[in-house]
T-cell receptor, first 118, second 111 residues
Framework: AQSVTQLDSHVSVSEGTPVLLRCNYSSSYSPSLFWYVQHPNKGLQLLLKYTSAATLVKGINGFEAEFKKSETSFHLTKPSAHMSDAAEYFCVVTGWGRGSSNTGKLIFGQGTTLQVKP | NAGVTQTPKFQVLKTGQSMTLQCAQDMNHNSMYWYRQDPGMGLRLIYY???????DKGEVPNGYNVSRLNKREFSLRLESAAPSQTSVYFCASRRGEDEAFFGQGTRLTVV
């Protein structure tokens, strides 16, 4: 069965400094992994996705994530935070495999709130 | 493009009332989902539909029913609303292993 853990519920950075949001996953099958962002009182927007191609994935707004199978991690990074990055971020795992009860289901982490200070 | 459309956007119910949340997608996706979002808990899957006519329980299905009558629409029904069902509800659709597209959400309050 798939599961995902976001290691920090809240991250605070200063504008212009790097961002690191951590995500570990568990999956018995070849996973697809996603990062979504949700700005206050808004819907969810895809930042980037990993679907078994390149392990370093580049997304929108300067974000990127690296899939590390040996560490079962998919951490989200950005070299320089901007005030507009303040939002909630979700790591999502899914997988396809015969016999899995979770095949096709998207499993969300608990979310990380990113605060960006001036 | 409309994408995923949810109705209504806001709703207040009294305990014991029933209602149906509607969701429609125009992207010809096979998979559709219903989630609820509560503070500090991320999005939790209520029900999932892999294709027209099929549904599967998610993590928190109790108190809900769903209907996938055609490829476009996936409705969520609360038969007897309870205060614990106060939440923001999101519908999503997806094709294969691609990313999911989400509606704008329905904010439901049960008093």
């Amino acid at each position: 069965a798939q599961s995902v853990t976001q290691l920090d519920s809240h991250v605070s950075v200063s504008e212009g400094t790097p961002v690191l949001l951590r995500c570990n996953y568990s999956s018995s099958y070849s996973p697809s992994l996603f990062w979504y962002v949700q700005h206050p009182n808004k819907g969810l927007q895809l930042l980037l996705k990993y679907t078994s191609a390149a392990t370093l994935v580049k997304g929108i707004n300067g974000f990127e994530a690296e899939f590390k199978k040996s560490e079962t991690s998919f951490h989200l990074t950005k070299p320089s935070a901007h005030m507009s990055d303040a939002a909630e971020y979700f790591c999502v795992v899914t997988g396809w495999g015969r016999g899995s009860s979770n095949t096709g289901k998207l499993i969300f982490g608990q979310g990380t709130t990113l605060q960006v200070k001036p | 493009n409309a994408g995923v459309t949810q109705t209504p956007k806001f709703q207040v119910l009294k305990t014991g009332q029933s209602m149906t949340l509607q969701c429609a997608q125009d992207m010809n996706h096979n998979s559709m989902y219903w989630y609820r979002q509560d503070p500090g808990m991320g999005l939790r899957l209520i029900y999932y539909s892999a294709s027209e006519g099929t549904t599967d329980k998610g993590e928190v299905p109790n108190g809900y029913n769903v209907s996938r009558l055609n490829k476009r629409e996936f409705s969520l029904r609360l038969e007897s609303a309870a205060p614990s069902q106060t939440s923001v509800y999101f519908c999503a659709s997806r094709r294969g292993e691609d990313e999911a597209f989400f509606g704008q959400g329905t904010r439901l309050t049960v008093v």
